[in-house]
């Protein structure tokens, strides 16, 4: 994700910038549903209701 990230600052080519949102939903948005997912299984619904 850093990659993407710091390859991408300044995107002016059209393709590239396709090709980041394809990367985006495709990879990196599972990814943090995944995390999501775990850290539910690992400390539950009503431990994570109660962070700021």
Do not use: S
């Amino acid at each position: 994700m850093l990659r993407d990230r710091n390859d991408t600052t300044h995107i002016y080519d059209a393709v590239l910038a396709q090709n980041l949102a394809t990367t985006v939903i495709n990879d990196h948005i599972p990814a943090f549903d995944q995390l999501k997912q775990d850290i539910l299984e690992r400390y539950g619904e009503d431990q994570l209701n109660e962070l700021p």
